[in-house]
């Protein structure tokens, strides 16, 4: 079964400086990977997404990850936080079952943001 | 094109009590999927419904189940609650069935079981 671990429960940055969330995964083949956001009382919107294409994949909202195979990380990056980038952050991989997809979902990385 | 709509946002039920929510998905969406939000255990995958079959499940007892009807629109039920079945129901669509597909998630109804 595949899996995702997040290094850090809770990140903190000042605004304008740059942003690191660290995703680590567990794959016995090659994965598809995800990033999420979920900002307070909302749902999840994909942030990017890897399928092995390339190993940079840049999203939206500045935010971008690279799929390292030797490293099995996938760590989510932004130049320079904003302050509307201050949400909980979900890791995920895709788990194939018989054809069928499975998200599974590390425990999140909490990111908030200092004025 | 309007995103994906759960209802109702908010139930409060007591043990013992069962439960129906409802999830549209983005029109043309087919695959519906449901995911269970709590502090403690995190997300985690319920199941899977696929033209109306359910095409995989989570580690989840029985008493929660879910249907999709003809227009893709899926409903999960859970019986006899239990105080641990607190948590935000989150229900996602995408086009098609598959591992590399783009889920979109509706904004999740929360229950609370009193």
């Known amino acids: 079964a595949q899996s995702v671990t997040q290094l850090d429960s809770h990140v903190s940055v000042s605004e304008g400086t740059p942003v690191l969330l660290r995703c680590n995964y567990s794959s016995s083949y090659s994965p598809s990977l995800f990033w999420y956001v979920q900002h307070p009382n909302k749902g999840l919107q994909l942030l990017l997404k890897?399928?092995?294409?390339?190993?940079l994949v840049k999203g939206i909202n500045g935010f971008e990850a690279e799929f390292k195979k030797s490293e099995t990380s996938f760590h989510l990056t932004k130049p320079s936080a904003h302050m509307s980038d201050a949400a909980e952050y979900f890791c995920?991989?895709?788990?194939?079952?018989?054809?069928?997809?499975?998200?599974?979902f590390g425990q999140g990385t909490r990111l908030t943001i200092n004025p | 094109k309007a995103g994906v709509t759960q209802t109702p946002r908010y139930l409060i039920k007591t043990r013992g009590q069962q439960v129906t929510l409802s999830c549209s998905p983005i029109s043309g969406h087919r695959s519906v999927s449901w995911y269970q939000q709590t502090p403690g255990q995190g997300l985690q995958f319920l199941f899977e419904y696929f033209s109306e079959t359910q095409r995989n499940k989570g580690n989840f007892p029985g008493r929660f189940s879910g249907r999709q009807f003809s227009n893709s629109r899926s409903e999960m039920n859970v019986s006899t609650l239990e105080l641990g079945d607190s948590a935000l129901y989150l229900c996602?669509?995408?086009?098609?069935?598959?591992?590399?597909?783009?889920?979109?998630f509706g904004p999740g109804t929360r229950l609370t079981v009193l």
């Open positions: 890897y399928t092995s294409a390339a190993t």
């Open positions: 996602a669509s995408s086009f098609i069935a598959g591992s590399d597909n783009e889920q979109f």
């Open positions: 995920v991989v895709s788990d194939r079952i018989q054809g069928a997809q499975k998200l599974v």
